[in-house]
C-alpha cells in the first residue's frame, strides 16, 4: 500500500468519525462495554482454573480406623500404605490429637464439647498425601478395603463441585460473550452502513471509473477497527481497575488465595480484549459493506 493511499483512507476515517460522532460514540461504548462484561468472565474463569487446580493438587486421604483396630493393626496398615504407589507421605493422628484440632477449630465455641466430658468419639486416623491428585481417587478405594479401616475420604467432592461452577461460568459466559458481540457486530454494522448509505452515489461513480472494491471498502474496514480499538483499549482499562480492586479485596480477607498474578496476567487479558473489539469491528464493518459494492 502506498503511503498517499494510505493517508487517503486515514483522511477518510477520520472524517468520517467526525460526521457523525453520536453514532461513533455509541459504538464505541457498546463495544467497550461488550468487551469489560467478556474481560470479567474470562478472568473469572480462569482464576477459577487455577483456584481448582491448586485445591487439587493439595488434596490428601483421610483414613479413618475402626474401633477394633488395635495398635498392631493400624502400624501394619500405614506400612501397607506406604509401600503402594504414589504414596508421598503419611502422618498419623490420634483420637487426641483429632480431638484438640476439632476445639481449635470451634475457636469461641469450643464450650459444645464440653458435654462429651472424658469421651471421645473421634477416632484414631491417618492423613495421607499423594505424589499426583489423578491418583488420589485409585489409592482411597483401595486403602477403604483394607482390613480395620474404617473410611478412606479425599476432597474430591469439593473439586468436582468447583469444577461444576467453572463449568458453569465458562458456558454462560460464552453464551453471554456471543450476544454481546453479536450486539456489537449489528452497532457497528448500523454505523458504518450509515456512512455508506451517505456516500453510495460517491462509491458509484468510483466502481465506474474503475477503483477495485478493495480501495473503497479500506476506509471503511478501518473504521471499524478503530472503533473497536478504542471500544477495546477504553475495556483493557476498566479491567486493569477492576482486576487490582478485587484482588486487593480478596487478599484483604483471604491472605493466601491463588488468584493469578496481575502481572503479566493482565497484559495478556488486555491484548487479547483489544484485539477482540478490533475483529468485532472489522467484520462489522465487513457485513455493512456487501450490498453497497454490488453495482
Known amino acids: 500500500m502506498k503511503l498517499s493511499t494510505a493517508e487517503y483512507f486515514l483522511h477518510e476515517v477520520a472524517i468520517s468519525l467526525r460526521r457523525k460522532n453520536l453514532m461513533s460514540f455509541a459504538s ?11 474481560g470479567v468472565f474470562l478472568i473469572l474463569v ?7 487446580g491448586t ?5 490428601q486421604i483421610s483414613v479413618y480406623f475402626n474401633d477394633e483396630a488395635t495398635a498392631a493393626k493400624q502400624r501394619e496398615v500405614a506400612s501397607a500404605i506406604q509401600g503402594m504407589q504414589g504414596i508421598s507421605s503419611i502422618h498419623y493422628v490420634s483420637r487426641a490429637e483429632a480431638m484438640e484440632r476439632l476445639r481449635e477449630r470451634l475457636g469461641d465455641q469450643k464450650y459444645l464439647l464440653d458435654s462429651l466430658e472424658d469421651e471421645n ?3 484414631d486416623s491417618l492423613e495421607i498425601v499423594v505424589k499426583r491428585p489423578d491418583m488420589v481417587e485409585t489409592a482411597a478405594k483401595a486403602i477403604s478395603k483394607m482390613e480395620g479401616v474404617e473410611e478412606a475420604k479425599y476432597g474430591q467432592d469439593v473439586i468436582e463441585h468447583l469444577f461444576d461452577i467453572t463449568r458453569l461460568v465458562r458456558i454462560f459466559g460464552l453464551a453471554l460473550m456471543v450476544l454481546l458481540a453479536a450486539a456489537t457486530i449489528f452497532i457497528i454494522a448500523n454505523t458504518i452502513r450509515l456512512t455508506v448509505f451517505a456516500r453510495r452515489k460517491e462509491i458509484a461513480i468510483m466502481k465506474y ?31 486493569r481497575s477492576f482486576y487490582a480492586a478485587m484482588a486487593a479485596k480478596i487478599y484483604s480477607t483471604l491472605t493466601f488465595f491463588p488468584l493469578m498474578p496481575q502481572y503479566p496476567f493482565m497484559n495478556y487479558v488486555a491484548v487479547a480484549i483489544i484485539l477482540s473489539g478490533m475483529i468485532i469491528g472489522t467484520i462489522g464493518s465487513a457485513i455493512s459493506l456487501k450490498r453497497f459494492l454490488q453495482v
Do not use: Y
Request: proline share 5%; glycine share 10%.
Open 55 to 59: 485445591l487439587e493438587s493439595q488434596v
Open 46 to 52: 480462569l482464576n477459577f482454573n487455577r483456584l481448582a
Open 209 to 239: 471509473v474503475g477503483a477495485t472494491d478493495w480501495f473503497i471498502r479500506w476506509p471503511f474496514i478501518l473504521e471499524g477497527m478503530v472503533l473497536g480499538l478504542i471500544g477495546g483499549i477504553l475495556a483493557a482499562i476498566a479491567l
Open 121 to 123: 468419639p473421634l477416632p
Open 28 to 38: 464505541i461504548g457498546t463495544v467497550a462495554v461488550s468487551l469489560f462484561v467478556l
